[in-house]
């Protein structure tokens, strides 16, 4: 099993930044992929931006040039640095660690931003 931990929400006024972290634990293994996605109300879990242990970046139309998202393979840790929020950009964030047998969750952490 893998155990992810989330920290970082919290609510911003539109323009501001926030920064999320996620650090897994357990059962890691080195090839895998770590990632955010969100969830805003009535609306499907849609991906934000995610990182795979190679190096290779993939983000949201919607996030790019805003969003930064970076890992620390030695800690296992994924960062996702937001600036220029939008309130768009509410939802609940989550963190998503990923090998070739499954995906894992973490519980989630609010990020609202304020118009």
């Known amino acids: 099993q893998v155990q992810l931990v989330e920290s970082g929400g919290g609510l911003v006024q539109a323009g501001g930044s926030l920064r999320l972290s996620c650090a897994a634990s357990g059962r890691v293994f080195a090839i895998n992929t770590m990632g955010w996605y969100r969830q805003a109300p009535g609306k499907q879990r849609e991906l934000v931006a995610v990182?795979?242990?190679?190096?290779?970046?993939n983000y949201a139309d919607s996030v790019k040039g805003r969003f930064t998202i970076s890992r620390d393979n030695a800690k296992n840790t994924v960062y996702l640095q937001m600036n220029s929020l939008k309130p768009e950009d509410t939802a609940v964030y989550y963190c998503q660690y990923g090998t070739m047998w499954r995906n894992y969750w973490g519980q989630g952490t609010q990020v609202t931003v304020s118009s």
């Open positions: 990182t795979t242990s190679s190096g290779s970046i």
